[in-house]
């Protein structure tokens, strides 16, 4: 008897662009259980002129939908029984194979007097949902069966007596002089029940919407140029039960993050991250899922590497589920709030003094603050490399690539593999000059093969002229994975297998005529 709510309901059914048979008629009869004639007269005549669509073929819709009008017409208001039927047969010809179709067209026929069709179509579905039990109880009043008849429609209401043909039931039980008696008292039973366990025995309904809060977890909302920018997509679980997250629950567990940036630079990033995580556990309640996310990837990490100068403000917004609205917009699947969170990278203050220091460590520090280096005198060329082609997008100090590109070659000629393989991926995205062609060029002779790896890698992103050289390290290297990589990148086939193949086998010289090519190469470059 919460009529409002009901109200409530349809209006959040219409707001999603939903029209729901049932719940239109649910919300009519509440409004005319309240006195609102005008509101019930509003959703019946909107459902008329809809079903007269249909019946044009002006509008089609669903199988399912027309099976509901059928049950409208049927139990929820007072219909004509051969509209009834046409409506009827028209549901059972879009779905054959639908018990309820089946069953509200053996009731149709059995309002118009055709009771041997109908008797056959009971055969088949059988009388387990409340409308093929009432087609039946009407069959045996046809009969003269009254004992029968009544016991069937007994039947039908204690099945689900809430529902519109259990009041139809009743309307014709009180015709044989019989009325249905519940086997529990609904009003002692729920007196029953508050009295041990107080007036709030049942759980409040909660909105699935509010039963979940997704928030981003990041340590530190400022960051420098070098720094891991990693956080946490939180999974709130606001309500009193445990939640699944499975591709059959509420929440499926489809990750997205869109970021945006502003400041020094202007770009949008759509779908930066997407993930799918399936927890191996419930999340209970007032608890929550903690995803880890490595926010600093994929196009943001390339911004944030080649441009060590710029003043970034990051906006990420992370969606569970999402769903593509009609305009194009993202939501997510339980019309929840997104979470977002915006980060701030601040420029790299560069001066002279600082690159100094810098210097200093790349000759005199550890490996780490080497490695730190590299990082930083490979974002400034890049920056510098690109600003060349498509001219300054904010204020930057210029330091002389010549000065920077030899502080990288030191690091590649240095005895330590570690840093020579950290140098190189990092100088990947770089055009490279002539100095740092040949200290990589260097490394296709190094005892260590990840070093030689990373050479032959970083090579084939560079000139076409590389390619003899792809080719003869895909079939001579002794290490396999050096060759596999060459093999990929060169397109030749044919790498060779070599029986002392292992992590200390040692890489045979390149011949004259591609060290020549190398050398022409880097002249190349130099001129």
Not at 25 to 36: D, L, P, Y
Not at 95 to 117: E, G, M, T
Not at 304 to 331: C, F, S, W
Request: proline letters at 5%; aromatic letters at 8%.
């Amino acid at each position: 008897r919460q009529y409002s709510q009901c109200r409530d309901i349809l209006q959040k059914v219409r707001g999603i662009g939903i029209f729901d048979v049932q719940v239109e008629a649910v919300a009519a009869w509440a409004a005319k259980q309240t006195g609102e004639n005008k509101a019930m007269q509003a959703i019946l005549g909107a459902m008329e002129v809809r079903a007269d669509k249909i019946l044009s073929g002006d509008l089609r819709v669903s199988a399912d939908e027309l099976v509901d009008f059928v049950w409208f017409f049927s139990f929820a208001v007072d219909a004509n029984s051969e509209d009834i039927l046409v409506w009827a047969t028209k549901a059972y010809d879009a779905d054959p194979n639908s018990v309820r179709a089946a069953s509200l067209f053996a009731y149709a026929l059995v309002n118009n007097k055709q009771f041997d069709i109908a008797k056959s179509l009971l055969e088949t579905t059988g009388t387990a949902n409340q409308a093929a039990g009432l087609a039946k109880a009407l069959i045996q009043v046809q009969s003269q069966d009254s004992n029968s008849a009544i016991e069937t429609l007994k039947n039908v209401i204690a099945s689900s007596p809430g529902t519109f043909e259990a009041k139809k039931a009743a309307g014709e039980l009180k015709e044989f002089g019989s009325e249905y008696i519940p086997a529990a008292n609904p009003n002692a039973f729920n007196a029953e029940l508050a009295g041990e366990f107080g007036p709030s025995f049942f759980g409040r309904f909660v909105e699935p919407e509010k039963r979940v809060k997704l928030e981003f977890n990041v340590k530190g909302s400022v960051f420098s140029y070098g720094s891991e920018i990693k956080g946490n997509l939180v999974i709130m679980n606001n309500y009193t039960e445990p939640m699944i997250v499975c591709p059959d629950a509420m929440i499926k567990g489809n990750i997205r993050v869109d970021v945006r940036i502003a400041g020094d630079l202007n770009e949008s990033i759509p779908a930066l991250i997407e993930r799918r995580v399936r927890p191996s556990y419930a999340i209970r309640p007032g608890d929550a899922l903690f995803i880890p996310l490595r926010l600093d990837t994929g196009r943001v990490k390339q911004i944030l590497d080649n441009h060590p100068q710029a003043d970034l403000n990051i906006e990420y917004t992370a969606y569970v589920d999402p769903q593509m609205t009609a305009d194009g917009k993202i939501r997510n699947l339980l019309n929840t709030e997104p979470a977002r969170v915006i980060l701030k990278r601040r420029k790299l203050d560069l001066n002279t003094k600082y690159l100094q220091q810098r210097l200093d460590a790349i000759k005199k520090g550890h490996q780490g603050q080497k490695i730190q280096s590299v990082q930083l005198f490979a974002g400034l060329l890049a920056e510098q490399q690109e600003f060349r082609q498509s001219g300054p997008a904010y204020r930057f100090m210029y330091a002389e690539p010549e000065l920077l590109s030899s502080a990288l070659a030191m690091c590649l000629a240095e005895g330590d593999w570690i840093l020579k393989v950290q140098t190189m991926a990092v100088i990947r995205k770089l055009k490279l000059d002539y100095r740092l062609t040949e200290a990589v060029a260097e490394d296709l002779n190094s005892q260590y093969w990840p070093a030689r790896l990373m050479a032959v890698f970083t090579l084939a992103g560079q000139k076409q002229q590389f390619m003899p050289v792809l080719n003869w390290t895909a079939q001579n290297d002794p290490y396999p994975l050096v060759r596999q990589m060459a093999v990929v990148l060169s397109g030749d086939s044919s790498a060779s297998h070599n029986p002392d193949d292992g992590p200390n086998a040692q890489a045979k010289p390149l011949p004259d005529d591609l060290q020549s090519t190398q050398q022409s190469t880097g002249d190349e470059q130099k001129k």
